[in-house]
């Protein structure tokens, strides 16, 4: 942890500033040490250059399984694509000249994919995240000066209200026990004027019907190392299957909802056995977590106006994509 982050942090139970007991340091970041609240005396450890708010099991644990597993598929500069590039700029509506000397928080940081792309720019990223996906992040990111990791619970952020300039959250919101309160828990953290972009899963009418719904009841409560090995296994065979009858003109879209596999048919920058790979990764993301539950516009819509964002708008882009300001 590098300690101009301290700057930020509060304590998530009653929100007073925090001091650092540093234990092992390297290159001016604390490697090892604790957080101190002089209010209410909660102490959080630091380890491995991370402050750690949350215990490593929770309801994101299967995030933890897949991103230490998968740490480097989806970061662009070790996959050769512009995949995360292209959809972190497109989903956020931001430019690099607004990021300048910015703070920017990545809700739901995973293993670093959008943190990876938005510390390519003059700002520091906070990159926070339930899990120990974390630690995948932080040995694909290790050497970014600009980037700070905290494990923490979207529901008990560890950071003063209105420190950051901007705030985005791809992907994570239907995976939270409560979306709307997961939702709310973002926009007091963002200054006056500063910018607020959420993706989730968009809920409408047959959504619920997609065959990933049906067998998830079974799958979301399996082992999560049997159910990787289960989606390893079958693989070989789903992956054929899917390249064949994903490409069939009119039919495509029907089988996409009747196979619960993530094959992406039409994402021709990755390579076949990338896709392959990611197959294996998001198909296992899609049936695993202990939560998906995808959102409405106007749930989320109200849900960001009721926290005092302005200029809500939809982009046009896959999924349930909002945008807003500050007031």
Request: aromatic letters at 10%; hydrophobic letters at 35%.
């Amino acid at each position: 942890m590098f300690l101009k982050l301290l700057q930020l942090l509060a304590c998530p139970k009653c929100k007073t500033e925090l001091s650092c007991v540093a234990e092992q340091t390297s290159n001016d970041e604390v490697e090892s040490g604790s957080l101190i609240c002089g209010e209410c005396n909660s102490s959080y450890r630091i380890e491995r250059g991370i402050p750690r708010f949350v215990q490593d099991e929770n309801y994101a644990s299967s995030f933890g399984f897949q991103w230490n597993r998968f740490r480097s598929e989806q970061i662009d500069s070790i996959n050769g694509t512009q995949l995360s590039f292209e959809r972190f700029y497109s989903e956020t509506g931001w430019t690099k000249e607004w990021m300048n000397r910015k703070w920017i928080l990545d809700a739901g940081c995973g293993a670093g994919r959008f943190v990876e792309i938005a510390s390519r720019e003059d700002c520091d990223v906070v990159g926070v995240d339930l899990s120990n996906a974390t630690d995948a992040a932080k040995t694909t990111l290790k050497g970014r000066r600009n980037v700070h990791l905290v494990q923490a619970s979207i529901y008990e952020l560890p950071f003063k209200d209105g420190v950051f300039d901007g705030c985005y959250c791809i992907g994570v919101i239907q995976h939270t026990p409560d979306p709307e309160k997961s939702v709310r828990s973002l926009p007091g953290l963002l200054k006056r004027g500063g910018r607020i972009a959420i993706t989730a899963y968009e809920r409408r009418k047959w959504t619920l019907w997609n065959a990933k719904y049906l067998i998830r009841p079974i799958t979301a409560r399996m082992d999560k190392r049997t159910l990787f090995l289960t989606v390893k296994g079958l693989m070989p065979v789903l992956f054929p299957v899917t390249e064949v009858t994903f490409r069939i003109p009119y039919l495509r879209k029907l089988f996409m909802h009747a196979i619960p596999v993530a094959n992406y048919v039409d994402t021709h920058e990755l390579k076949l056995g990338q896709r392959y790979s990611w197959a294996v990764m998001d198909t296992f993301d899609m049936l695993s977590p202990a939560y998906d539950q995808p959102q409405t516009q106007d749930d989320m819509t109200m849900a960001l106006m009721a926290e005092g964002i302005r200029d809500v708008k939809r982009l046009n882009n896959p999924g349930l994509n909002l945008v807003g300001v500050k007031s």
